[in-house]
């Protein structure tokens, strides 16, 4: 009987252990992720503001605070009521910040996706086939980057009107140039290595070599670089919203609200200080998970 | 019966700027179904280009097949369309690479590169294609449950299994193996050919076996072609050639390796190096090299010779226009030298 169970052990063993070692590429770099501190703060960070842009209706109401003028209550300073005070119009600043990182985490993310998205195709036709498609696409690409990315925003933005929707295409254009290099560039290394030829020789044709061989090889540096892209699109949406050519009022902005109050910093700098914070935290917290991603991502420090 | 992989008179040229290699210049092969062929021959011989011309996969630019054609169950590669090459490829011809710490997908599970290859050719997707994959593991010698891990938890040999898994899945008729012993140290490597070798019986798949190892030859090869400068200097059924070697290269490559019968303190090797594929030399490529040179030698290309049955050799000394010097057995190479 012993003797049995016994030799049933190392099988029932051996089960587990084989899921345990099903560890991914990815779950390596989180694990990775996690052991970097600072990495992990940005990450809170992050969640916290995504979390207020997701209840923010919850968090305050948009029709009867956010946008609802009480002149009565004009540049109070922080109070039970008003924690983070009110603004010129007697509204309040932590439900209009609220608010306001919807926009902000929205255009971000859809300027850069709309970013990646193009930029990341063009790079990957460009760096895979080479030759003259790379020249034609590339060429294209450095008119755009001899183009400052704001002022090339501030003409899309001009051209077609201030609206939401325009102000992530602008940012979203102004990045592609970016996009398009770093995938470009690490399609390029990937391209000639043994693994592309193998998945060649078992008859996989292109569009299946740069979707499942390719791209996912290529993607560590993109997702450090849209981390950080992130931010950059939150303070060019802050920029442009500043000069007026991003969100119209009523509707909160972060960079609007800065604009708004810097009238009055000399007598209710609040007004100007809390979306200043704001977005100097979320980008902090952006760039310190960009610089952390990149650390994780790092095959040298594989160990 | 007709030939499964004819090869005729196949030529293949890098044009660079600095010149047209030469890297395959009008080789003839054959391969019976079920029939293994050694392609052996320095770095650079072009064994490699040939092979890539087959799947015809040399890059292109800057390589070019400049001439022959290759017919693969009577059909002429060179000229169907890729769509058609594509589904050959992995299917009916499958190729197994040098290095198996590259050749696969370092973010895709070994499960789902074998996967890929069934789902490319068989109408066969999603979990039925793993299971396939989990019992191809299984013939290699892996146990099916590590399906789902990555590259990076196999060993080098074991990765080399997957490696022959994916090239066998498809039940190809012919394998071409690019140095698959090469990159592996020599214990696994007398696994990895003994695996190749059974699945090859049981299968009947015909093999071409690229190396630069004679022993590896001598293990699995039924026949043998000696290339040289892009050419195939000598071809001969396995037996015939460790017999009677007969071109003075080959002379030179068993001189090359140590011989257990003998005591030898010294190898001798080839002396010089390979041509410049830009700038071959001129009459046989080998006569820089060749110790038995003669002036013509650096004039006439030679042609193939028969020897004896199906072993032929490109060597002057065989059309008469050169004096025969007795080289008998293996290490005739060294005496000369001594």
């Keep these: ?21 099903k560890r991914s590429q990815w779950a390596e770099v989180w694990r990775r992720l996690k052991k970097n501190k600072m990495a992990m703060v940005g990450l809170a960070i992050i969640g916290a503001i995504v979390f ?13 605070v956010v946008i609802k003028q009480n002149l009565k209550a004009r540049m109070e300073g922080p109070s039970a009521e008003h924690i983070l005070g009110t603004d010129e119009f007697g509204r309040d600043i932590f439900a209009r910040m609220v608010h306001g990182a919807r926009v902000s985490l929205q255009v971000g993310l859809i300027a850069v996706g709309l970013a990646i998205g193009i930029g990341g195709s063009l790079g990957a036709i460009a760096g895979y ?7 034609i696409i590339m060429r294209c690409m450095d008119v755009f980057l001899a183009i400052p990315s704001i002022l090339l925003a501030i003409a899309i933005v001009s051209a077609l009107g201030p609206s939401l929707f325009n102000l992530m295409l602008a940012i979203g254009i102004s990045s592609v140039p970016s996009y398009a290099r770093i995938v470009r560039a690490s399609v390029l290394s990937i391209r000639d290595q043994e693994f592309i030829e193998a998945a060649r020789a078992i008859g996989a044709n292109d569009f299946r070599i740069i979707t499942k061989h390719i791209i996912p090889n290529a993607l560590a540096p993109v997702i450090v670089q849209a981390t950080l892209g992130v931010a950059g699109a939150i303070l060019s949406t802050a920029g442009l919203s500043f000069i007026g050519m991003g969100i119209q009022p009523p509707a909160p902005e972060w960079g609007a609200m800065l604009s708004g109050g810097r009238q009055y910093l000399r007598y209710a700098a609040h007004i100007t200080a809390f979306p200043g914070v704001a977005i100097m935290i979320t980008i902090l917290a952006l760039n310190l998970l960009g610089d952390g991603l990149r650390d994780a991502l790092d095959p040298r420090l594989k160990s | 019966m007709s030939k499964l992989l004819k090869i005729n008179d196949l030529s293949i040229h890098y044009l660079t700027e600095d010149g047209d290699v030469k890297a395959v210049n009008n080789i003839n092969l054959e391969l019976d179904a079920g029939e293994t062929l050694g392609l052996v021959g320095e770095t650079g011989a072009g064994k490699t280009t040939t092979a890539l011309g087959i799947m015809r996969l040399v890059p292109n630019p800057p390589g070019e097949v400049t001439s022959g054609t290759i017919e693969f169950e009577g059909r002429d ?18 190729m197994i690479f040098q290095d198996p710490m590259t050749s696969l997908n370092p973010v895709m599970t070994v499960g789902e590169q074998i996967a890929e290859v069934i789902e490319i050719h068989q109408d066969i997707a999603g979990k039925e294609a793993m299971d396939k994959a989990g019992d191809m593991l299984e013939l290699v010698g892996i146990p099916a449950t590590r399906v789902n891990d990555y590259p990076h938890q196999f060993s080098g040999g074991m990765k080399q299994r997957v490696v022959i898994a994916i090239s066998l899945a498809c039940n190809p008729q012919l394998l071409i193996a690019d140095e698959p012993t090469t990159a592996l140290d020599v214990t696994i490597q007398a696994q990895v050919l003994d695996l190749m070798r059974n699945l090859k019986k049981e299968f009947n798949t015909a093999m071409m076996m690229i190396t630069h190892d004679l022993g590896v030859v001598a293990e699995v090869c039924d026949k043998v072609a000696i290339m040289y400068a892009g050419e195939v200097i000598e071809y001969a059924p396995i037996q015939q050639l460790f017999e009677n070697p007969s071109h003075p290269y080959t002379h030179g490559l068993f001189g090359s390796i140590p011989n257990l019968d003998e005591e030898v303190t010294r190898l001798t090797p080839i002396t010089g190096l390979m041509p410049d594929p830009t700038d071959l030399p001129s009459g046989c490529t080998f006569h820089p090299r060749c110790p038995y040179a003669k002036p013509i030698c ?26 025969k010097v007795s080289i008998k057995g293996t290490d005739q190479g060294k005496k000369e030298v001594v």
């Design chain 1, 1 to 21: 009987m012993s003797s049995v169970s016994n030799a049933a052990k190392p099988v029932d063993l051996d089960k587990p252990k084989a899921k345990n070692k």
């Design chain 2, 77 to 94: 590669l060179m000229k169907i369309p890729e769509e058609e090459m594509r589904m050959i490829r992995g299917n009916k011809i499958s």
């Design chain 1, 52 to 64: 207020c842009a997701i209840f923010a209706d919850v968090i305050a109401d948009y029709d009867s």
């Design chain 2, 298 to 323: 650096a004039q006439q290309a030679p042609k193939n010779s028969v020897v004896e049955g199906e072993h032929r050799v490109k060597c002057l000394m065989f059309e008469g226009l050169v004096d």
């Design chain 1, 129 to 135: 086939y080479g030759g003259r498609l790379d020249n």
